[in-house]
Antibody, heavy 122, light 109 residues
Framework: QLQLQESGPGLVKPSETLSLTCTVS??????????WGWIRQPPGKGLEWIGS???????YYNPSLKSRVTISVDTSKNQFSLKLSSVTAADTAVYYC??????????????WGQGTLVTVSS | QSVLTQPPSVSAAPGQKVTISCSGS????????VSWYQQLPGTAPKLLIY???KRPSGIPDRFSGSKSGTSATLGITGLQTGDEADYYC??????????FGGGTKLTVL
């Protein structure tokens, strides 16, 4: 059974870079036809897609965050990572990683990690 | 304000049926497939429906999805108190982004 687990600091200072890692177990991150994505949810609000990466390193980012986001993959560790620069309080959210099934006009996220709360505060 | 519009809340009695709408445009729902997610309180979202109307293994047939034009609908029959959750639709948009609806809170009275 595929499982994903987010890890990283729960507190980041304003203007600094948020860094999170998602560890995939029960399957290979190098499986073809799957992307791997990051989604966030501010407290009490809805879901926002941040971006997704293919095992080869090909990436797609949310245009509204693109200038600040970098997603990378480490196939040897079965992990992928998120970096979000120049954070502000508006970046405070629960961050989820998920397998992103993406075939032409079809895409969905399944399964999801449990999520990790990142607070931006001095 | 989300590009995909969902009602903020819906409610119905146990055993009844409820539908949740997701309205978009030709830039998103009109030309792409829709997925639906259930988020129980304090938990991560879970995939309920993909490809407009397909259910992953383990999702009961009380949950159904449909799409017509630029709108999609999630239906839940035989409501149970355990169905109380937030529900989100999702799809791809021509702005080169995955979009989610604003979410709908289901209350089972």
């Amino acid at each position: 059974q595929l499982q994903l687990q987010e890890s990283g600091p729960g507190l980041v200072k304003p203007s600094e870079t948020l860094s999170l890692t998602c560890t995939v177990s029960g399957g290979s991150i190098s499986s073809s036809s799957y992307y791997w994505g990051w989604i966030r949810q501010p407290p009490g609000k809805g879901l926002e897609w941040i971006g997704s990466i293919y095992y080869s390193g090909s990436t797609y980012y949310n245009p509204s965050l693109k200038s600040r986001v970098t997603i990378s993959v480490d196939t040897s560790k079965n992990q992928f990572s998120l970096k979000l620069s120049s954070v502000t309080a508006a970046d405070t959210a629960v961050y989820y990683c998920a397998r992103h099934e993406w075939i032409q006009l079809k895409n969905w996220f399944d399964p999801w990690g449990q999520g990790t709360l990142v607070t931006v505060s001095s | 304000q989300s590009v995909l519009t969902q009602p903020p809340s819906v409610s119905a009695a146990p055993g009844q049926k409820v539908t949740i709408s997701c309205s978009g445009s030709s830039s998103n729902i009109g030309n792409n497939y829709v997925s639906w997610y259930q988020q129980l309180p304090g938990t991560a979202p879970k995939l309920l429906i993909y490809d407009n109307n397909k259910r992953p293994s383990g999702i009961p047939d009380r949950f159904s999805g449909s799409k017509s034009g630029t709108s999609a609908t999630l239906g839940i029959t035989g409501l149970q108190t355990g169905d109380e959750a937030d529900y989100y639709c999702g799809t791809w948009d021509s702005s080169l982004s995955v979009l989610f609806g604003g979410g709908t809170k289901l209350t089972v009275l």
